[in-house]
């Protein structure tokens, strides 16, 4: 596969991730969306790693750690964005956190995400 089609599948599937964190929202289904938007933004992340550096992307999922391999320059409040979204991530898929996560992932806590994911995926679309 070329560069661009890696990086192509990498921006599609980021948007159909955000889709389905969309539906997943509209069905009350919140902790499963909270995690869909991190999927969403590490895909897209992850296109722009593939661009810049014509490689695969690393095999992590730290939304923080993602951004630094871009080269793309992320003010601290967007740094803080990253690393509380890369905590869905774990809350998400781990019976630990799970309970906690329920409880926290009311629907104003998720439509708040949900909505500044959405910021997050088209800035980064913007950036070449």
Request: net charge positive; with cysteine.
């Amino acid at each position: 596969m070329t560069n661009n089609k890696i990086t192509g599948y990498w921006t599609k599937a980021s948007s159909q991730d955000y889709h389905t964190a969309e539906l997943l929202f509209k069905n009350k289904k919140y902790h499963h969306a909270l995690f869909f938007c991190h999927l969403s933004i590490e895909k897209l992340l992850k296109a722009k790693i593939t661009h810049k550096t014509n490689s695969a992307p690393p095999y992590v999922h730290d939304l923080v750690r993602l951004a630094e391999k871009t080269g793309i320059l992320f003010s601290e409040q967007l740094r803080n964005d990253f690393a509380e979204i890369s905590t869905f991530n774990i809350q998400a898929r781990y019976d630990d956190y799970k309970l906690s996560f329920y409880k926290k992932a009311t629907r104003i806590f998720t439509k708040k995400y949900l909505i500044k994911t959405k910021e997050i995926l088209t800035w980064l679309k913007k950036i070449t």
